[in-house]
């Protein structure tokens, strides 16, 4: 698919079917993921690749607006001890945000469908997250990003408004 199709096409879907992706496909969205930019190129980040019923359905749980029924999530977290000093910190977010999108768009391109669903800066979805994983204090899940094979298309669209657009010429 071309670039322009696959940033088009991207949508959120929140209805899968039961086929199980393929883990040449899991391989291959971790790959995007990773290619993505980050502050002094820290890659301050962890991807939890999540199959496991038992956890998928505590992860389910774990956050309101996250209960889709699939067979794989990933979950994006800001690992802290890799990220930039005091103040820098906080880049880890747009370190894991550009690589979420990454994830996304490769999903696009292989015929997945995915939603990101947002933990960070929500506390308690947070340590519910934690918890489920086991993580470290020095770990931070960004989202819970749900996975599978499409049962639902909603339109590919272009949100382009130029009332958001400022030419300084
Ligand atoms: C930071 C962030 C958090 C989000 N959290 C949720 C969520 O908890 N549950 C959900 O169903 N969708 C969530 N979404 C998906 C948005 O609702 C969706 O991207 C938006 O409505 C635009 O629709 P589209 O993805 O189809 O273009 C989130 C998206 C972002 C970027």
Redesign the pocket.
């Known amino acids: 698919m071309e670039l322009k199709d696959v940033l088009q096409k991207?949508?959120?879907i929140?209805k899968f079917k039961d086929d199980p992706v393929p883990e040449e496909y899991v391989s291959e969205l971790l790959h995007a993921a990773m290619s993505g930019p980050s502050a002094c190129n820290r890659t301050p980040w962890d991807f939890y690749v999540i199959t496991n019923e038992e956890a998928l359905a505590k992860l389910r749980k774990a956050?309101r607006?996250?209960k889709m029924e699939a067979k794989l999530a990933i979950v994006v977290c800001g690992n802290l001890s890799k990220a930039l000093p005091s103040q820098l910190a906080p880049f880890w977010i747009q370190d894991c945000s550009a690589a979420t999108e990454n994830l996304l768009l490769r999903a696009t391109d292989l015929g997945l469908g995915a939603?990101?669903?947002?933990i960070h800066p929500m506390k308690r979805a947070e340590k519910n997250v934690s918890e489920i994983l086991g993580l470290s204090e020095k770990q931070v899940p960004l989202?819970i990003i749900y996975l599978g094979f499409p049962a639902e298309e909603?339109e590919a669209r272009d949100q382009f408004n130029e009332e958001n657009v400022h030419f300084i010429r």
């Open positions: 991207r949508r959120s929140r956050a607006y996250s939603v990101w669903c947002g989202n909603p």
